[in-house]
């Protein structure tokens, strides 16, 4: 794999072994250990992230996609049910990953979300510092990418 850096990463979930692990990947790695919905909410709020791991949980995922749905996500699961997937699928969860991670899978998520994040920047215009517009979808977002409605005058 290519040595890639990415920015931020919050992982909700995660042990030492994998905040070790996912330093070597990303220039910043949060890690909250035990889910909590209050301080993944208090995270968001305080700084931008592009992208968020879970392990194991589902709920954050949901709550990560309510608060911002182009936040990319990754679920990392110990055991797929139907359920879950189907879930997933309807959050738009970028990759899912079972445990014991396979480190040739993992890198090659991450080399797909470096791809995506720096595809995805290649079709923005940024207005003002305040606003981006994505030439592919035409919608234009402000600094927290909500989409910002615009109606013709």
Known sequence: MKNIKLNSLLLVGGDKTLNIF????FNRVISIDKVDKSEIITRLEREKFPIIFSIDNIESIREVKRLNRDIITVLILSSFTSDIVMEAIKLKVFDLLELPLDIRKLSETLSSIDRELNSSKANFIEINGLYSFDLDK???????FDEVKLTKR
Do not use: A, P, T
Not at 22 to 25: A, D, K, S, V
Not at 138 to 144: Q, V
């Open 22 to 25: 996912f330093q070597n990947y």
């Open 138 to 144: 035409e919608i234009l977002y402000n600094e927290y």
